[in-house]
């Protein structure tokens, strides 16, 4: 038996991508979903397997906005509390 290392085949391992790998690997599920020529099963593995690497690119997103908000937070405070000593 032949293991599948097709990007559908690796649900798990989302968790341990970073938002480059994860963009990487939807291009690439992306493009053979354009191209065409799957079966019906495997492009809607490939369809969930896009759908999860999305979810995962705006999860890292959404936490880079967090961390933008909260450091221009921080410095609004800092600058705040200088002024008014």
């Given at each position: 038996?032949?293991?599948?290392?097709?990007?559908a085949?690796?649900?798990?391992s989302?968790?341990a991508?970073?938002?480059e790998?994860?963009r990487?690997?939807l291009?690439?599920?992306?493009?053979?979903?354009?191209?065409?020529?799957?079966?019906?099963?495997?492009?809607?593995?490939?369809?969930?397997?896009?759908e999860?690497?999305?979810?995962?690119?705006?999860?890292?997103?959404?936490?880079?906005?967090?961390?933008?908000a909260s450091?221009?937070?921080?410095?609004?405070?800092?600058?705040a509390?200088?002024?008014?000593?």
């Amino acid at each position: 038996m032949t293991e599948n290392n097709s990007p559908a085949s690796a649900p798990d391992s989302l968790d341990a991508l970073s938002y480059e790998e994860a963009r990487e690997q939807l291009v690439a599920v992306v493009g053979r979903l354009e191209a065409g020529g799957a079966s019906l099963e495997e492009s809607l593995a490939l369809w969930e397997r896009g759908e999860a690497l999305a979810k995962r690119c705006e999860d890292w997103l959404e936490g880079a906005r967090k961390r933008l908000a909260s450091a221009r937070d921080a410095g609004n405070d800092a600058g705040a509390s200088t002024t008014t000593g």
